[in-house]
């Protein structure tokens, strides 16, 4: 059986209380408070999931637990419904700065109030889903760590065998190449579920070429072994701005995808240069084919999977929430002329 949402009603008036409880009692697990006070101390004892705030109360006011709640932690996924005969413009604006997620006047309509509390119940719900995703990621991440550790270390043990036979060898360098690739993924799962939390970052004048060439000569054993013609053009006459550690995973992920994908034998493309406001990094490639594809960009969009065996939908992912972070975003467009372009993009400051 489901456990039912916890809320906690805060008003010092009685009746507004008893209003409440009628409303909520039969389907919530409710408790109610008559003070600021009770209500810092049961939102310890009774940790509510969304908490029902009245504004005007003596001693501790309605802003000043919310202020407290959203000061804790272990409390900031509480969603809180400031409720108050105070209608005024300032008085809802004062509520959103101390971290009301929404805001309802005295006398409320039963069936608006119940709607709202519902909203808050979708929105913890998705946020802890999203956060259970994350945790998951990241121990899966980890728990791959040391298995790989052990392979790649074992692998490198059996190379340098000197009775190894050419066949052996090559065996040796698949799992090598296949550890490597789990381990890269592995490290890639960490990072998109780190991008997804609102962290700082740190910009300053990115060095767009050296960073596109370093990717490029990182990977030339793969191009050369592949024959593929990679060719960088650069329009950009100054130096964009952001994280350059975000940047330069985006780019990787990018390339990565691109390469990783290729057959033999076929051309590379990748143009930087400032388009509108924007500064914008345009990859081109003709065997990639996302058309129809609306949800390519999503980490589990899993349509088309025959292109994603390299990893390609992390990639992407990962690409574009690095172009988020920076108030910016990836575009991917399929033409008969340009064939498939990814169009990294953020905003020039």
Same mark, same amino acid.
């Not at 489901?2 to 409880?21: M, R, Y």
């Not at 650069?234 to 990565?256: G, R, S, T, W």
């Not at 691109?258 to 924007?278: F, G, L, R, Y």
């Given at each position: 059986?489901?456990?039912?949402?916890?809320?906690?009603?805060?008003?010092?008036?009685?009746? #507004?209380? &008893?209003?409440?409880?009628?409303?909520?009692?039969?389907? $919530? =697990? %409710?408790?109610?408070?008559?003070?600021?006070?009770?209500?810092?101390?049961?939102?310890? *004892? /009774?940790?509510?999931?969304?908490? !029902? !705030?009245?504004?005007?109360?003596? =001693?501790?006011?309605?802003?000043?637990?919310?202020?407290?709640? *959203?000061?804790?932690?272990?409390?900031?996924?509480?969603?809180?419904?400031?409720?108050?005969?105070?209608?005024?413009?300032?008085? *809802?604006?004062?509520?959103?700065?101390?971290?009301?997620?929404?805001?309802?006047?005295?006398?409320?309509?039963?069936?608006?109030?119940?709607?709202?509390?519902?909203?808050?119940?979708?929105?913890?719900? &998705?946020?802890?889903?999203?956060? !259970?995703?994350? #945790?998951?990621?990241?121990?899966?991440?980890?728990?791959?760590?040391?298995?790989?550790?052990?392979?790649?270390?074992?692998?490198?043990?059996?190379?340098?065998?000197?009775?190894?036979?050419?066949?052996?060898?090559? $065996?040796?360098?698949?799992?090598?190449?296949?550890?490597?690739?789990?381990?890269?993924?592995?490290?890639?799962?960490?990072?998109?579920?780190?991008?997804?939390?609102? =962290?700082?970052? /740190?910009?300053?004048?990115?060095?767009?070429?050296?960073?596109?060439?370093?990717?490029?000569?990182?990977?030339?054993?793969?191009? =050369?072994?592949?024959?593929?013609?990679?060719? $960088?053009? +650069?329009?950009?006459?100054?130096?964009?701005?952001?994280?350059?550690?975000?940047?330069?995973?985006?780019?990787?992920? %990018?390339?990565?995808?691109?390469?990783?994908?290729?057959?033999?034998?076929?051309?590379?493309?990748?143009?930087?240069?400032?388009? #509108?406001?924007?500064?914008?990094?345009?990859?081109?490639?003709?065997?990639?084919?996302?058309?129809?594809?609306? +949800?390519?960009?999503?980490?589990?969009?899993?349509?088309?999977?025959?292109? $994603?065996?390299?990893?390609?939908? %992390?990639?992407?992912?990962?690409?574009?929430?690095?172009?988020?972070?920076?108030?910016?975003?990836?575009?991917?467009?399929?033409?008969?002329?340009?064939?498939?372009?990814?169009?990294?993009?953020?905003?020039?400051?």
């Amino acid at each position: 059986m489901l456990e039912k949402t916890k809320i906690l009603a805060v008003d010092d008036d009685l009746t #507004n209380l &008893s209003i409440l409880k009628e409303i909520f009692e039969q389907d $919530y =697990e %409710l408790k109610a408070v008559s003070s600021g006070k009770d209500a810092l101390l049961e939102m310890v *004892r /009774f940790h509510p999931d969304i908490v !029902l !705030l009245d504004v005007m109360m003596p =001693e501790i006011d309605g802003y000043e637990v919310c202020r407290r709640i *959203r000061g804790d932690d272990n409390l900031r996924s509480t969603k809180t419904i400031m409720i108050s005969a105070r209608a005024g413009l300032e008085d *809802r604006l004062k509520g959103y700065e101390v971290g009301a997620n929404d805001y309802v006047t005295k006398p409320f309509e039963d069936v608006k109030l119940i709607a709202k509390v519902k909203v808050m119940e979708r929105l913890k719900f &998705s946020e802890e889903v999203e956060k !259970l995703k994350d #945790n998951m990621l990241e121990l899966l991440s980890h728990e791959l760590r040391a298995p790989l550790n052990s392979i790649l270390g074992f692998a490198s043990l059996l190379k340098q065998n000197a009775a190894l036979s050419e066949t052996d060898q090559e $065996y040796l360098d698949k799992i090598t190449r296949a550890a490597n690739q789990l381990t890269d993924l592995s490290r890639k799962i960490v990072l998109l579920s780190e991008l997804s939390k609102e =962290e700082k970052i /740190f910009p300053r004048p990115i060095d767009v070429e050296e960073t596109i060439n370093r990717a490029i000569l990182f990977r030339k054993s793969q191009i =050369e072994e592949k024959k593929l013609n990679v060719q $960088y053009g +650069n329009k950009l006459k100054e130096k964009p701005v952001a994280d350059p550690h975000l940047f330069e995973e985006a780019i990787d992920c %990018l390339i990565d995808c691109i390469i990783e994908s290729a057959p033999e034998d076929q051309k590379i493309s990748i143009t930087s240069t400032k388009h #509108n406001d924007c500064w914008q990094i345009s990859l081109n490639n003709s065997w990639m084919d996302f058309s129809g594809e609306d +949800n390519v960009l999503d980490p589990f969009h899993m349509k088309g999977t025959e292109q $994603y065996n390299s990893g390609v939908g %992390l990639d992407l992912a990962i690409a574009k929430s690095v172009a988020q972070r920076h108030n910016g975003n990836l575009f991917v467009s399929n033409s008969a002329k340009h064939g498939c372009s990814f169009v990294f993009q953020i905003p020039l400051i």
